[in-house]
């Protein structure tokens, strides 16, 4: 599976580059695939961490990548992980919009910590 997030972290910006937020989350939509079944998602977590520690595009969007990635990943596994976006409510006021997005399953953060100056925005479950 390391190689296989590897792969879509290469691919991501062309999966889901020029597309708006709702198809860029479509591609975490996946249903559990058996050869994936029982993978925790801790390893998970840190494959992906691994796969994005120096990305090539979207490096400005590197929680989010890890997020898609996180998500689809353990979404195969057979968790039931949350995306969660947030805001810098303060940063409303200037120039550019600080966001950051974590994987949460079972109510704790797997993968990205929640930053202490994010408000809490929206919360994405695929159906």
Not at 36 to 48: D, K, N, R, Y
Not at 73 to 86: N, S
Request: charged share 25%.
């Amino acid at each position: 599976m390391r190689r296989l997030i590897w792969w879509h972290a290469r691919l991501l910006p062309a999966i889901v580059g020029g597309r708006d937020l709702q198809a860029v989350l479509r591609y975490t939509d996946v249903r559990p695939d058996p050869a994936f079944a029982g993978m925790p998602a801790e390893a998970i977590a840190g494959w992906v961490m691994a796969a994005t520690r120096k990305p090539w595009l979207m490096r400005k969007r590197r929680c989010l990548r890890q997020g898609l990635l996180g998500m689809r990943f353990m979404r195969l596994a057979g968790h039931d992980p949350e995306l969660h976006f947030g805001i810098d409510r303060r940063s409303l006021a200037g120039p550019t919009v600080a966001a950051h997005c974590w994987v949460v399953l079972a109510g704790r953060p797997v993968l990205n910590d929640i930053l202490e100056d994010m408000e809490p925005l929206h919360v994405w479950r695929p159906t």
